[in-house]
């Protein structure tokens, strides 16, 4: 089935380590995102990405980093300076001459 | 921030009642849409309105948008209790490429 993959469902950090999120999509699809959801909130934007090596920060991306090595995978680690990480992390992807963006089933990180 | 404001925050309605909820923003947009998020999941795209439409209609839902007053509404008729989720709207900025953002959501529960 195509579609996004997120892994894993639920992660716990401890407090100084960081910790990387997998997405991968088998969509053929150019445009990459992530997005961080708190609980009762809307979804802030990360980190996204248009084409292979090359990215862009979003609006919330002090803490974080991606890469974009290959087109269907696009990592997000959450690092130490991510002071409040714990939170939903949702990815998604597009086409790029689309406008449907499609997301994984997210992904729950708590700092314990 | 980018980011759409909707309303009512929450709506709590009975079933065959008709629930509506607003978007707005703040910036020249391509295109608007709407995503359904069921609790813990990933958002679902329902509907998608250019910048040069007035009004779109798919299923039960309607849409309508006025770019002259940055604002949008969905429309839900003959509610059902399964429409009870969290609804989002998302905006295609003009000038940013593929950077799409997402308003604050409107919480929707149909009591059966």
């Known amino acids: 089935d195509g579609g996004i993959t997120q892994s894993p469902k639920y992660l716990f950090r401890k407090e100084g380590q960081n910790v990387t999120l997998s997405c991968e999509q088998n969509?053929?699809?150019?445009?990459m995102y992530w997005y961080r959801q708190d609980p009762g909130q809307g979804l802030r934007l990360i980190y996204y990405s248009q084409i292979v090596n090359d990215f862009q920060k979003g609006d919330i991306a002090e803490g974080y980093s991606v890469s974009r090595e290959k087109k269907e995978s696009f990592p997000l680690t959450v690092t130490s300076a991510q002071k409040n990480p714990t939170a939903f992390y949702l990815c998604?992807?597009?086409?790029?001459?689309?406008?449907?963006?499609?997301f994984g089933e997210g992904s729950w990180l708590t700092v314990v | 921030s980018q980011q759409g404001e909707e309303d009512p925050q929450a709506l709590s309605i009975q079933e065959g009642e008709n629930a509506t909820m607003n978007c707005s923003y703040k910036?020249?947009?391509?295109?608007l849409q709407w995503y359904r998020q069921n609790s813990g999941r990933g958002l679902v795209h329902l509907i998608l309105?250019?910048?040069?439409?007035r009004e779109k209609h798919s299923g039960r839902l309607r849409v309508t948008l006025d770019t002259s007053k940055k604002s949008s509404s969905l429309l839900i008729t003959a509610s059902r209790a399964a429409d009870t989720a969290s609804y989002f709207c998302a905006m295609l900025r003009e000038t940013s490429g593929s950077r799409l953002t997402f308003g604050e959501g409107t919480q929707l529960t149909v009591n059966p």
């Open positions: 969509l053929n699809h150019d445009a």
């Open positions: 309105i250019r910048s040069n439409e």
């Open positions: 910036t020249s947009i391509n295109n």
């Open positions: 998604a992807s597009r086409v790029q001459a689309g406008n449907t963006i499609y």
